[in-house]
């Protein structure tokens, strides 16, 4: 009976891990998932180092590659004090270690957060510390190779930053951190993939991750601005490039130019208008999303930048940002001391209810639904719930907004106020424990089609059980990933913003 049993569960690992691609190995099956590599002409426009194109059968790293990935694995960690704490003091407990949904969804051990850091952290050992020196293997310890650098391309690509084991580690090991280290160090030698840098070069050279240029932003908000006049009779003015304007708002180029998301910038310009707020637009600052968080910090800096740079230039007292995950987890975390202090601009005061946002007086930088939110409480909204009554909305929470800025209140606060059929999900698939949509962190690419749904069968599932025909999000890769992610595991749900449903419920 017990081989019978083993017998079962083999035949069903073996299912859940069998691919077609040729190279899997089904002993780590997380192998079948690797991203394209990047190209010479997007390594160019971001001034990548050793930008050339290559493959993982004709890598064409530079001779001294070893050194330069080493020297920089050593600069990482005296400059970030976390980083070299998160590798120093790792108890291998394995609490983390089913809590990734990329270990989840292909079973590879490797993609447990414990063993991804590890891929790094044994390198680190053998040429940072004096028993990795001296004793090599013996403590864990391993030399920098080919095939040890094939590993980190594989897995710290198959890691969204979503920092989910974070929550569950004693320690408060941020595994999110290991990768962005991991990826800057394969990014000193030219190992770098070709979706993220696809997604750089665009908004170097054009400024955004889409590629719309200025001509055409300003085409989509007069489209919005017309599609408004449509809809409810009323003129509304979306503003870009407006000097002097109080507030500039930044928001992802996917809300202007993608779909499901343009429902949600219809929103935010009907909310706008409503209230009477003095906002513009920017054409430089035409993306709230920074994929250099993907890439190497220094790409992240110059990325927010040009936020920085066109508040200064336009002369507004703070900023507001719109609906987005990752675009947070830079601007609430690491923007102040990045590109700060932000101290020329004001501490953002809501010109409508003249409530003082405290928690953004160092960012300077307010979250659309604390903007919202703050309107509800003082009554200066006129709502109409009963226009969602065609919707059973649920709220499934993304990573960056819910763990790195805690926020998971407001959202809620309005969904409830704008809609009459709210439903809340599973709290252990969502809120702080959130899982990841599976396309975050420059993952949301087709390479990765299989790896995504998989990895996204979690929060499926959880939407699934609520009932829900509406998924709220307030991320712009969620609102990408979630209706692919319907289809796959066949749950019948529409996805948007929490600001369409805004959009829906206001009376202009
Ligand atoms: S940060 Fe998220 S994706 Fe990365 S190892 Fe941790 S749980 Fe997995
Ligand atoms: S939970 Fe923390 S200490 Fe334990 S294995 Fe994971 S990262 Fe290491």
Request: some cysteine; overall charge neutral; hydrophobic content about 35%.
């Amino acid at each position: 009976m017990k081989a019978e049993a083993e017998t079962k569960a083999e035949t069903k690992r073996f299912e859940l891990t069998a691919f077609e691609s040729t190279k899997t190995d089904f002993t780590f099956p997380g192998q079948a998932y690797k991203c394209y590599s990047s190209e010479k002409k997007d390594t160019d426009v971001c001034r990548l180092p050793f930008s050339r194109d290559w493959t993982m059968e004709d890598w064409r790293l530079p001779p001294n590659w070893k050194e330069i990935a080493i020297r920089r694995m050593g600069e990482l960690a005296k400059k970030y004090r976390s980083f070299q704490l998160f590798l120093d003091i790792c108890a291998n407990c394995g609490a983390c270690g089913d809590k990734c949904q990329y270990y989840l969804a292909t079973l590879d051990p490797k993609n447990m957060p414990v063993k991804r850091a590890e891929l790094l952290r044994s390198v680190y050992r053998r040429y940072y510390t004096l028993g990795g020196r001296l004793f090599g293997s013996l403590v864990g310890a391993q030399e920098l190779t080919r095939e040890a650098l094939e590993e980190w391309y594989t897995y710290f690509y198959q890691c969204s930053e979503c920092r989910r084991c974070s929550l569950f580690c004693p320690y408060g090991i941020d595994t999110a951190e290991i990768t962005a280290m991991a990826r800057d160090i394969m990014a000193s030698i030219g190992v770098t993939t070709k979706y993220i840098t696809e997604v750089q070069a665009k908004v170097h050279a054009i400024g955004n991750n889409l590629g719309v240029p200025p001509a055409a932003m300003m085409n989509s908000c007069r489209f919005a601005e017309e599609e408004i006049k449509d809809e409810t009779g009323v003129d509304v003015k979306v503003p870009v490039n407006k000097r002097g304007a109080e507030v500039l708002f930044v928001t992802p180029s996917a809300d202007y130019f993608g779909d499901p998301h343009w429902y949600t910038f219809i929103g935010y310009a009907k909310l706008f208008h409503h209230v009477g707020l003095d906002y513009t637009m920017s054409t430089y600052a035409s993306e709230g999303g920074n994929f250099g968080l993907f890439l190497t910090y220094g790409e992240m800096k110059k990325t927010n930048r040009r936020i920085v740079d066109e508040a200064r230039r336009l002369g507004v007292k703070w900023i507001l940002g719109g609906e987005c995950g990752h675009m947070w987890r830079v601007l609430h975390s690491f923007m102040d001391t990045m590109n700060g202090p932000m101290d020329f601009l004001e501490e953002p005061v809501s010109p409508v209810t003249g409530t003082y946002f405290k928690n953004a007086a160092g960012s300077r930088m307010v979250h659309v639904c604390e903007f919202t939110a703050d309107l509800i409480k003082h009554g200066k909204l006129k709502l109409d719930p009963g226009k969602n009554d065609q919707f059973r909305v649920t709220m499934s929470d993304s990573c960056n907004p819910a763990r790195a800025m805690g926020l998971i209140e407001e959202p809620r606060y309005i969904l409830r106020r704008v809609c009459n059929k709210y439903v809340e999900m599973n709290p252990e698939f969502n809120r702080e424990r959130t899982y990841c949509c599976g396309g975050g962190a420059g993952l949301l690419t087709d390479e990765l089609m299989e790896l995504r749904m998989r990895a996204g069968g979690p929060k499926a599932e959880a939407v699934r059980a609520t009932g829900a025909n509406f998924v709220a999000l307030i991320c712009a890769i969620c609102k990408a990933n979630y209706p692919l992610l319907m289809d796959y595991w066949g749950v019948p749900a529409r996805i948007g913003g929490v600001h369409e449903l805004v959009g829906n419920a206001l009376i202009l």
